[in-house]
RNA sequence: GCGCCCGUAGCUCAACGGGACAGAGCAACGGACUUCUAAUCCGUAGGUUGUGGGUUCGAUUCCCGCCGGGCGCGCCA
């Protein structure tokens, strides 16, 4: 993976400096783009770090790398020192043109790295309770954790995506007769929901769907076998509406995973008799507690209540002992803001059971706060209020929803005024990059059909630069691949987005300022249409991993 | 009260696990289409990074105190 250019200088800079100071092996020095071309290429922060520890000046400590490193950069022009202490690399146009032709022969796989040496890791996603409709909150969790996945499949792990359905407790329980409310209002009967029940519109309409499919008589049934129809009925249909809200914005589950199944098999039962072997339970109250706070919680956990029942994080306990004998390596969660109080007392249970430290990583989605006309809109399932994920689609777009909730670090709050969106959807940052994809295809849609003929792409970069947009432009695209590590290694994925406007940008500009298609010039003509097709490449693969569709045109 | 997230241009956000002059997009203003898609480009203007300290060659970034906003703090899930 030599095209990864910033690895290959970042080996060379490590080995100066541990020519300069043995001892310090382990510093932590970036190489980075220079925002300024006047700084050339890349630069490194080295010698600041490594001046702190030889306690000499910066700059000439950066002066003696510099002598070390020179004779030892293969495709770097020059090395410069500036400022305080940065060294500066200019590559060779030549080296910068060979990575071109390398990105031409990878092509659907440029940009592939193999951090995940096959790995196996799962993302637990979105897994809502199926008592309601996604909401634009869940949208922002499902785009998440679908980009995460599969950013890390081209970072070369072996990704399983999952969907955990919360099938059992009280909460399901609640949906059930809050079905057979709504159904008993059907036929005239004056019922009210109960307290903490689902209020929902939705339920009205499936137990309309209900009575027109069984009819009046269920009512009939014993109660044990009611509710539990009233209650699988409810979970099924709404399971259904979830799946195809999914399905809708382009998300799919390699696996969806019961809860009530680890029930149903004896799971949940053994793991806490394995805690309990363990010596990390206790009995208070008539309820069983689990010791978190020996790991750092604020207090200890019940795992079963006073009655009898198991708490849902007992059966969460179990459902993460699952995965870890499915073989994963590592398991990543994507949570709602309204668990992070939750991830203490799941990294204790993970230490009670034993397993690796790293084995669970748990990421928080700050919710969205929906604007509309300037009013915030509150979004909770329980109240029955909430914006459905369905009508932001019909509003904004698959695309454009994507690309807003992924632009940003989940973990920090997100705006969207939905009135905004729509009457600004032309302005959306996401069509930015979609037509500068649009755009190149229509270039070569011209040259065909004015029968123009050119040199091969492979060929033309022999041509070489005639200027600094065309020089910017194989910048970006080379850097493509570092781009995919860092998102992969901090599940990241707005630093694609950045990115990929960057990349517009640069393509953008090239495209106004430079005239393309010119049979006059056949050389420059070749050039620029293997620049054009380099960038496709790019913005094509880039956009796949974000799940936002890559038009033809627009 | 305790814990987590956040506070950067008028608005929405960047600044790549301390670095060069804090950058984009909207909104504002001025230019560029008889020529490959003007959903674009080129340019101008816009800032005491909430606030007060501290750590050091250097702080938007790390630490502490305050101010302001969001979310949690169940034998719910």
Known sequence: MSYLVLESLKEKIGEALSLLSPSSGQIDFVVE????????????????????????????????????????????????????????????????????????????????????KGKKVQVEFVSVNPTGPLHVGHGKCAAFGDAVARILKKAGFQVEKEYYINDAGKQIELLGISLEVRFRQLLGENVDIPEGGYRGEYLVDIAQELLEERGAGILELPVEERTKLFREYAVEKILAEIRRDLDDFR????????????????????????????????????????????????KDRVLIRENGAPTYFASDIAYHWNKWKRGFARVIDIWGADHHGYIPRMHAAMKALGLPEDFLEIFIVQFVTLLRGGQPERMSTRQGEFVPLRSLIEEVGVDAARYYFLMRDPETHLEFDVEEAKRQSMDNPVYYVQYAHARIVSVFREAKKRDLSWVSFQEALRFGFENEDERNLAKAIVYFPEVVKQSALLRQPYLLCNYLHDLAGSFHSFYNLHRILDPENVPRMSFRLALCRLTQIVLRNALELLGISVPESM
């Open 33 to 116: 783009p220079t925002r300024e071309k006047r700084h050339g290429d890349f630069a490194t922060n080295a010698a600041f770090l490594l001046a702190r520890t030889l306690q000499r000046p910066p700059r000439e400590v950066a002066q003696d790398l510099k002598r070390l490193l020179e004779p030892q950069l293969l495709g770097v022009a020059r090395v410069t020192v500036a400022g305080g202490g940065f060294i500066n690399f200019t590559l060779e146009d030549a080296f910068l043109l060979e990575l071109l032709g390398r990105v031409l022969v990878e092509d659907e796989r440029f940009g592939e790295v193999d951090i995940g």
């Open 251 to 298: 998300v799919f589950f390699d696996v969806w995973f019961s809860e009530r199944s680890l029930y149903e098999n004896g799971e949940v039962e053994y793991v806490l008799s394995l805690l309990r072997e363990k010596g990390y339970t206790y009995e208070q109250d008539g309820a069983l507690w689990l010791r978190t706070t020996l790991w750092g919680d604020d």
